[in-house]
């Protein structure tokens, strides 16, 4: 079969690596028509294909009419399986690594062995495709010019709000990952720390049939996914807004912003301030009230 394979790596010649090449392969977060052509090549080519759960995988490889020796690597065996799977390498063998969904390496296995095998000197090489922090965003509507994946956050509140109130003034569109039975405390917590007028955007069963995309405000978010009857099915993408300019900025931008309030403040109270702030400059209403403060008391 590796005979009949011109195109690995694809402009792609072997070079002076010894043994055989990992590569690193994307597979669909939901519609198998995802998959690329170039990645079902690489897992067809391949001696091995190491996955996350070999029985999901295999429906994936069964799909694809593909029949391969597979080997389990996850969360809890990475470390014991890295040095097997770099034996198959120094064998001459080519190994393919997969997580259930998307993108090796992002919330998934797979660094242990990533590491290991550069280090061995063995060849790395990726075959990109979906990932879900990538394609939520893509279709989000916010910020991206600047963003920090965060992952996962903790499942017990009180580790989740730790974590969070670093983030309380991150200028960078925050994505975090969820899983369905911690999504409406994750974005209590969220409204909590981060202001509930922080703009959100939360992508839902993103590729699949029933994805969803709620946006707005995050308290407007939080109630839209409580009325939902399908509001804590499937896998979650959720993206917050970054922070807005921290006060003692000097950039014309908080400039500006620090006029409108002042000019409001002389003839308003401080929460018709925020609210009219908000509107006018599309800033967060909680960000802005506790400017206000500020600008009032001093």
Known sequence: MKNEVSDYPSSDSRRDEPGGTLYVVATPIGNLDDLSPRATRTLAHVDVVAAEDTRHSGRLLSHLGIQKRMIALHDHNEK???????AELKAGRDVALISDAGTPLISDPGYVLVRDARAAGYRVSPIPGPCALVVALSAAGLPTDRFLYVGFLPAKRSGRRASLEPLASEPATLVFYESPHRILESVRDIAEVLGEDREMVLGREITKTFETFYSGSIAEVLAELEQDPHGTRGEFVVMVRGAM?????????????????????????VKKVAKMASELTGLSKNELYQRALALKDS
């Open 245 to 269: 300019a921290q006060p003692g900025n000097d950039d014309a931008a908080t400039m500006d912003v620090d006029r409108v309030l002042r000019v409001l403040l002389a003839e308003l109270p």
């Open 80 to 86: 014991d399986r890295a040095a097997g799977i770099l």
